[in-house]
C-alpha cells in the first residue's frame, strides 16, 4: 500500500531535482527572485500545471499534486493576487482541462487559453507591479509534435495574453511549462519586448512540480539548470528537419552532426539559445584554470586529461554553476565538430564570495571516433586520429576559453591511434549521402556530402558462425533456481532441465495487467508457466517508467520530473539520489524493473517522447542514464534502458526505417547505451522501429554483436510492446508472429502476449514450426533463456513468494442442467471444448471429480494498445475474467486463464463481453 506520510523524503527529493533543473534564460534587471513582493499570475496552466507528458511514460496515478498557483502561495516571501487567481479558478471550473477524451494519444498538445480583458489586467497591475505569465505544452508517446500554434508555436490567444499583460507589467517573467522546447522567436516581438524581462524554462516537474518553480521565482532555490539542446532560431535551422519524420524512411544524412554539433561547426548565427547554456541569480568567475596531460602507463591510449578550475560566486545570491569541458579534434580524414563535451562538474551551494576548486579528469579515449569507412586508417574502429587536440572550458558551448596543457599547444597525437579495433556491425543497407566539414579558408566550414559505407557483411553466415552449442536437455532433475543462486548447481544443469516447451514459453512475457503480478503493471516473465514455476523460476515484474510507476488499475505512486529535466541539472548525484527513492518504491511495490529511462537522443525538438529522453548531447545522456540505473540498484530493485536504438521519432515509429551510417549509430545514437551498459544496466528494451532495415527486435548485429559480444552485456534483452519483428536475415515485411527471428537475434522476451497466452502460444508465434524445421535450434532458446533467468536470479523476484499458477476456483455441479443438453461432453482425452454462445451461455458436462486447465480463444480486431475484457461466470458464481488486448485482424488467439477444481456433473459457463470489439470463439478445458 502507498502511503503518502511515509514518502516526504521522496517528494522532498522531487522537489529540489525539479527545482535544480528549471533553466533561466533571460533575467534582465534582476527581475527575478520575485523575493518579497507582490504578484499577479496569468494563464490557466497555473491551475492545470503540467506533471509529465503523455503515454506510458506520463501515467502515474498520484496522491498528490501541486500545481504553479499552490506553489507560489506556499511561498512565504511571496503574496499571490488572489483576486486574479478566483477569477482563473472560476474560468477553468467552466473550462475543464481536456484530456481529449481520455484516449490513447488523445490529450491536446495545448489548452485553450482563458480570454483576458484589458480590464482584468489593469485591475491586477494596481495589485502588483510583477506578473508571471505560464504557457504550458505537453507532447507524448504515438505523436510527434507539429510546428504549429499550440504545438512548437504560441496561439493566437496565448499572444494575446502576453500582449496585454506585457502592455501593463514593465516586469513580466515568462514561464515554460513544457515537455520540450518551442519555437522562442516570440520574444522578438516589438510588443513584448522589454517587458519580458525573465523567461524561466521549469519543464514538466512530476507532482512537485509547481512548488519547485515557485522555489526558483521566490527564491528560495537560485536557477542553475544548463540547456541540454540547443534552441534554434528555427525548426528548419535543424540539421534533421528536412529528414525527420518521414513515414517510410528516415535518412540520417546530418550523421554525427546533431544538436550543438551542427551549430557550433556550421551555424553559430542560427543558434538563439546555445547547448549548456542556462543562468543564476547569481554571478560566478573561473579563475585559475588548468590542463595538465598525465601520461598513462600503457601508452597515448592511457593518458588522462585533468582540468581545474576555481570557481567564485562574486554575486549576491547562494547559487551553483556547473562547468564544461570541451575538446576539438584535429578535422583528420574523418570530419569533426568543432566542439564536443569531453567533461562537466557542477559546484555545491556556493555563499557569495565562497569558491570551489573543481576538478574534471578524463580519458583521451573519449575524444575517439569511430571510423566506419576505413579512411582513417582501420576500418570500423575507434581512433584518435593524428593532429592536435584542444581543451574548452567554460559554462555554455559558446562561452568557453580554450586552455592549454602548460607549455604545450594542446595535446597532439602524431600517428593515428586504434585504441579499439571492431567489425562492421548495423550498416546502412540503402545509400546516401552524408554530411561532413570542410574547412574553408577563412576557418569556417563548408557543408560537403559524401556516400555512407554500406554493408559489407554476409548475416547468414555471421549468425550460423556463432551459433550456440546446445546443453543436453535432461529432463527434469528436481533442481530449483534458488540452487544456481546459492552455488549448488550450475547454471548449464539447471537449464538442461527445461523442456522445450518451457523454453518457448519463457522467450514470452504476459500482459498488461498480469494477474500473476503487482496490479496494473506493464508486464510479466519468467515463471510464466506452471512447469516453470516447479522449477523455481520466479514471475518477475515490470511497470513504466520512467518518471514513475505506472499501474493502470489506478494504484498511487510517486511522479518523478521528466528525463529532459532531469538532464538540466548537470548533477547526476542529485538525480542518482532520487532514482535511489524510486529504487526503494519499485521494490515495495514488488517491481522487479522499471521501464526506464528513456534514452534516445533529441535528434529533432518535434519528436514526441523528447521528454521521456535527456539530451542531443550522448555523453551528457550516457551520464545521466548511469545515475538512473544506479540510483534504483541501489534502491533495491533494477531499471531497463529503452528504447535501443534510435526511436526518435513517434511517426510511423512500428514501421518506420531509420537509416543511420555506422559512425553517427557508434558515436550518437549507441554511445550512451554503451556507456549504461558498462555501468551495471542489465536490462535492455529494444525499439519499435527497423533500423537500416531490420526491425531492432530481430537486429541480431544489434542486440547480439554490438550489444554482448563488444560491449560484454549479459543481462536481458525485451522487445517494445507488441512490436513488430521482421526477418532476421532478409529484414523485409514485418509481422507479429515471427518470434524465432527475435530470439535468432537474442532479444529475449517478447512482450507481451496476452494474459496466462505464454503457454498456450496465444499469438500463435513461429517458435514450434521453426524447432520443427530446423531453422531455429533449442541452443538458440537455451541462449535467451538463460539471458533471462540472469537477470531474475539477482532480481526482488527470487525472494518473493513463489506465484502459484492460474487461480484456481472450485464449483459444484447444477443438477438442474440434468434436463439440458450439454454443448460439450467431457471426451476420452479429458477434453471440454465448446462454441460460445454470449447469450445464454453453454453447459457442459465432466465424468469425473478432477482439475481442469481453462483455455479461451477470441479475437479482438482493434488497435493493439487497446483492452479488452469478458466476465465469466461458472453456474451464477464469478469466474476469473479472461482479459485481451487488440489485434489488428480477427484472427483468433488462445490463452489458458484458470484452472477449476469440478465434480462429476453438469455446469452452465456464461462469457459477457466488458468492451465492445471481442468477439469470443470456444472455450476449452483440459484435465490436468
Ligand atoms: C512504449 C514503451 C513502454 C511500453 C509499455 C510502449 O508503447 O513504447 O516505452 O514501456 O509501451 O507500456
Same mark, same amino acid.
Given at each position: 500500500m502507498y502511503k503518502v506520510e511515509e514518502k516526504q523524503s521522496f517528494f522532498d527529493k522531487c522537489r529540489e531535482v525539479a527545482a535544480e533543473g528549471a533553466v533561466l534564460l533571460k533575467n534582465e534587471d534582476h527581475l527575478l527572485p520575485l523575493d518579497g513582493g507582490k504578484v499577479s499570475v496569468f494563464g490557466r496552466i497555473q491551475i492545470d500545471y503540467y506533471r509529465s507528458g503523455t503515454g506510458s511514460g506520463g501515467a502515474v496515478h498520484v496522491a498528490r499534486k501541486i500545481n504553479l498557483i499552490d506553489g507560489l502561495r506556499a511561498q512565504e516571501n511571496l503574496e499571490v493576487n488572489e483576486e486574479l487567481a478566483a477569477v482563473y479558478e472560476a474560468w477553468v471550473k467552466e473550462n475543464p482541462f481536456d484530456d481529449g477524451g481520455g484516449g490513447w494519444a488523445a490529450e491536446p498538445w495545448f489548452q485553450k487559453e482563458m480570454p483576458l480583458t484589458e480590464e482584468i489586467v489593469r485591475k491586477a497591475r494596481a495589485f502588483s507591479d510583477k506578473a508571471v505569465v505560464v504557457i504550458g505544452r505537453t507532447a507524448g508517446e504515438d505523436v510527434d509534435n507539429i510546428n504549429a500554434p499550440g504545438g512548437y508555436l504560441l496561439t493566437e490567444e496565448e499572444k494575446r495574453m502576453l500582449r496585454l499583460v506585457t502592455a501593463e507589467y514593465e516586469n513580466t517573467v515568462l514561464l515554460l511549462n513544457v515537455a520540450n522546447i518551442i519555437d522562442m522567436n516570440f520574444l522578438k516581438d516589438p510588443a513584448y519586448l522589454g517587458h519580458i524581462k525573465s523567461v524561466l524554462y521549469v519543464w514538466q516537474g512530476g507532482q512537485e512540480g509547481g512548488l519547485a518553480a515557485a522555489d526558483v521565482i521566490s527564491g528560495r532555490v537560485t536557477p542553475s539548470g544548463k540547456l541540454t539542446d540547443t534552441i534554434a532560431i528555427d525548426l528548419a535551422d535543424y540539421p534533421s528537419d528536412a529528414n525527420f519524420a518521414d513515414p517510410e524512411k528516415s535518412f540520417y544524412k546530418e550523421d554525427i552532426y546533431v544538436g550543438y554539433r551542427y551549430f557550433e561547426t556550421f551555424a553559430k548565427d542560427r543558434v538563439l539559445y546555445p547547448f549548456g547554456y542556462g543562468m543564476s541569480y547569481t554571478d560566478f568567475a573561473l579563475q585559475k584554470m588548468r590542463c595538465e596531460i598525465r601520461k598513462g602507463d600503457e601508452g597515448a591510449a592511457s593518458d588522462v586529461i585533468r582540468i581545474t578550475v576555481k570557481v567564485a560566486n562574486t554575486g549576491a545570491y547562494k547559487g551553483k554553476e556547473t562547468l564544461q569541458v570541451y575538446y576539438s579534434a584535429p578535422q583528420g580524414t574523418l570530419g569533426q565538430p568543432v566542439l564536443q563535451l569531453a567533461a562537466f562538474a557542477k559546484t555545491e551551494l556556493l555563499s557569495p564570495g565562497e569558491s570551489a576548486d573543481l576538478e574534471l579528469e578524463f580519458p583521451v579515449s573519449r575524444m575517439a571516433s569511430f571510423d566506419d569507412s576505413g579512411v582513417a586508417g582501420y576500418r570500423n574502429a575507434?581512433?584518435?586520429?593524428?593532429?592536435?587536440? =584542444?581543451?574548452?572550458?567554460?559554462?555554455?558551448?559558446?562561452?568557453? %576559453?580554450?586552455?592549454?596543457?602548460?607549455?604545450?599547444? =594542446?595535446?597532439?597525437?602524431?600517428?593515428?591511434? /586504434?585504441?579499439?579495433?571492431l567489425s562492421e556491425a548495423c550498416a546502412p543497407e540503402l545509400a546516401f549521402d552524408r554530411l561532413r566539414p570542410v574547412r574553408k579558408e577563412d576557418g569556417t566550414f563548408e557543408k560537403t556530402w559524401s556516400p555512407v559505407p554500406l554493408r559489407t557483411t554476409d548475416l547468414y553466415r555471421e549468425i550460423q558462425e556463432a551459433m550456440p552449442e546446445e546443453i543436453p536437455m535432461t529432463g527434469d532433475k528436481g533442481y530449483k533456481l534458488m540452487d544456481v543462486r546459492e552455488g549448488r548447481v550450475s547454471m548449464d544443469a539447471f537449464l538442461g532441465q527445461l523442456s522445450r516447451g518451457d523454453l518457448v514459453t519463457i522467450v514470452r512475457g504476459e500482459g498488461m495487467c498480469s494477474a500473476k503480478v503487482t496490479p496494473g503493471t506493464a508486464s510479466c516473465f519468467g515463471g510464466v508457466s506452471d512447469s516453470l514455476l516447479e522449477k523455481g523460476i520466479p514471475v518477475g515484474c515490470c511497470s513504466d517508467g520512467p518518471s514513475g510507476i505506472r499501474q493502470d488499475n489506478g494504484e498511487k505512486a510517486t511522479q518523478m520530473p521528466i528525463g529532459t529535466l532531469l538532464a538540466c541539472t548537470w548533477n547526476p548525484q542529485l538525480v542518482t539520489e532520487l532514482y535511489e527513492e524510486e529504487g526503494k518504491e519499485l521494490f515495495e511495490k514488488k517491481i522487479d524493473t522499471l521501464l526506464g529511462p528513456g534514452m534516445n537522443i533529441h535528434r529533432h525538438p518535434l519528436n514526441g517522447r523528447n521528454f521521456?529522453?535527456?539530451?542531443?548531447?550522448?555523453?551528457? %545522456?550516457?551520464?545521466?542514464?548511469?545515475a538512473c540505473v544506479s540510483g534504483i540498484q541501489k534502491g533495491g530493485s533494477d531499471a531497463t534502458i529503452k528504447h535501443l536504438a534510435c526511436n526518435n521519432q513517434e511517426l510511423a515509429r512500428r514501421t518506420g526505417d531509420f537509416i543511420v551510417s555506422g559512425r553517427a549509430l557508434r558515436e550518437i545514437y549507441l554511445k550512451a547505451f554503451e556507456m549504461a551498459v558498462k555501468n551495471g544496466a542489465n536490462s535492455v528494451m529494444t525499439a519499435y522501429n527497423m533500423l537500416n532495415g531490420h526491425h531492432a527486435c530481430a537486429n541480431y548485429e544489434l542486440t547480439t554483436k554490438i550489444l554482448r559480444d563488444?560491449? =560484454? @552485456?549479459? =543481462?536481458?534483452?525485451?522487445?517494445?510492446?507488441?512490436?513488430?519483428?521482421?526477418?532476421?536475415?532478409?529484414? *523485409?515485411?514485418?509481422?507479429?508472429?515471427?518470434?524465432?527471428?527475435?530470439?535468432?537475434?537474442?532479444?529475449?522476451? @517478447?512482450? /507481451?502476449?496476452?494474459?496466462? *497466452?505464454?503457454?498456450?502460444?496465444?499469438w500463435n508465434d513461429n517458435l514450434d514450426e521453426y524447432l520443427d524445421s530446423g531453422r531455429l535450434t533449442i541452443a538458440e532458446l537455451q541462449r535467451c533463456a538463460r539471458n533471462i533467468l540472469g537477470f531474475l536470479l539477482h532480481s526482488p523476484c527470487m525472494n518473493r513468494e513463489i506465484y502459484q499458477g492460474s487461480p484456481i476456483y472450485s464449483?459444484?455441479?447444477?443438477?438442474?442442467?440434468?434436463?439440458?443438453?450439454?454443448?460439450?461432453?467431457?471426451?476420452?482425452?479429458?477434453?471440454?471444448?465448446?462454441?460460445?454462445?454470449?447469450?445464454?451461455?453453454?453447459?457442459?458436462?465432466?465424468?469425473?471429480? *478432477?482439475?481442469?486447465?481453462?483455455i479461451g480463444a477470441a479475437s479482438f480486431r482493434a488497435l493493439r494498445t487497446a483492452q479488452s475484457a469478458a466476465v465469466v461466470t461458472v453456474n451464477g458464481e464469478d469466474a476469473p475474467m479472461f482479459t485481451m488486448s487488440g489485434e489488428m485482424t480477427d484472427q483468433v488467439f488462445s490463452h489458458k486463464f484458470a484452472r477449476f477444481r469440478l465434480k462429476k456433473g453438469r455446469y452452465r459457463m456464461c462469457c459477457k463481453v466488458t468492451k465492445i470489439g471481442l468477439k469470443f470463439d470456444y472455450i476449452e478445458m483440459r484435465r490436468i
Open positions: 575507434w581512433v584518435l586520429e593524428a593532429g592536435r587536440y =584542444g581543451f574548452y572550458v567554460g559554462t555554455s558551448v559558446r562561452s568557453v %576559453t580554450e586552455v592549454l596543457p602548460e607549455g604545450q599547444e =594542446g595535446y597532439t597525437v602524431n600517428e593515428t591511434i /586504434c585504441l579499439e579495433q521521456e529522453y535527456f539530451s542531443e548531447d550522448p555523453y551528457l %545522456t550516457g551520464i545521466f542514464a548511469c563488444e560491449w =560484454g @552485456y549479459t =543481462g536481458q534483452v525485451m522487445s517494445d510492446w507488441f512490436t513488430y519483428i521482421n526477418d532476421v536475415y532478409e529484414g *523485409g515485411e514485418e509481422n507479429v508472429t515471427d518470434t524465432a527471428s527475435m530470439v535468432r537475434a537474442q532479444n529475449d522476451l @517478447y512482450m /507481451c502476449v496476452n494474459n496466462d *497466452g505464454a503457454e498456450t502460444n496465444a464449483y459444484e455441479p447444477d443438477a438442474s442442467l440434468a434436463a439440458e443438453a450439454p454443448a460439450a461432453v467431457e471426451n476420452a482425452g479429458g477434453v471440454i471444448r465448446f462454441t460460445v454462445n454470449e447469450n445464454d451461455g453453454n453447459v457442459f458436462e465432466v465424468l469425473e471429480d *478432477g482439475m481442469f486447465h481453462v
